[in-house]
């Protein structure tokens, strides 16, 4: 299984961007997927995560109400919109997949390679 995440790059404080992640060599719509992000210095941290066929998708309380997680199951492929976006949101953020739910970096069974978002105040 391999997942390539894309979409990353510099915002200013308030705005928005885009991540995506696109799975190839399993089946895309039986996986759950997720989001964690590592900042420099600090351990991996959960984001967001969503159940297939998008039934529940738990945020961390950071980052609820300003990030939105999806899946287009026709195109392999999780997003994770980011409105709002604040300095502290600065990190590495990594895409994620696994047989089952998760929220722990313990259970996720396929990482993609990080695409890095930079926040400027």
């Known amino acids: 299984v391999q997942l390539q995440a894309s979409g990353g790059g510099m915002v200013q404080a308030g705005g928005s961007r885009r991540l995506s992640c696109t799975v190839s060599g399993r089946t895309f719509s039986s996986l759950a997927m997720g989001w964690f992000r590592q900042a420099p210095g600090k351990e991996r941290e959960f984001v967001a995560t969503i159940t297939p066929r998008g039934g529940s998708t738990p945020y961390a309380d950071s980052v609820k109400g300003r990030f939105v997680i999806s899946r287009d199951d026709a195109r392999n492929t999780v997003y994770l919109q980011m409105n709002s976006l604040r300095p502290e949101d600065t990190a590495v953020y990594y895409c994620?997949?696994?047989?089952?739910?998760?929220?722990?970096?313990?259970?996720?069974?396929?990482w993609g390679q990080g695409t890095q978002v930079t926040v400027s105040s």
């Open positions: 994620a997949a696994a047989p089952v739910p998760f929220r722990t970096t313990s259970l996720v069974a396929y």
